[in-house]
């Protein structure tokens, strides 16, 4: 079992970049496959990067694919959110999230087990 804590997120012009953590408890973080997901007032949660338990594989979403990058630190038990040329659409709650699943990339909410108590992102224009 694994529990995400989320840092990082504020305030930030658009065309800035700013960058989340993650850290995950747990003594089996490179069990897990990891994802990243955001929120914004009004709307549903959506997918926006995932990364395999060995960190050799990633996806996007393609609304953030070429300015967001996600990574993650074996070792550290940690996985970033590097988000560069952000735009106001890009508010939200981001939300750090952990699979039991190991096997691929995952992009489906309902596919992750645990999740972080989400930490917000606020672009102005």
């Known amino acids: 079992q694994v529990q995400p804590v989320e840092s990082g997120g504020g305030l930030v012009q658009a065309g800035g970049s700013l960058r989340l953590s993650c850290t995950a408890s747990g003594r089996t973080f490179s069990n897990y496959a990891m994802g990243w997901f955001r929120q914004a007032p009004g709307k549903e949660r959506e997918f926006v990067a995932t990364?395999?338990?060995?960190?050799?594989?990633?996806y996007y979403a393609d609304s953030v694919k070429g300015r967001f990058t996600i990574s993650r630190d074996n070792a550290k038990s940690t996985v970033d959110l590097q988000e560069n040329s952000v735009k106001p659409e890009d508010t939200a709650a981001y939300y750090c999230a952990a699979t039991r699943e190991n096997n691929s990339l995952y992009v489906h909410s309902l596919v992750y087990d645990y999740w972080g108590q989400g930490n917000q992102v606020n672009v102005s224009s």
């Open positions: 990364i395999t338990t060995n960190g050799d594989s990633t």
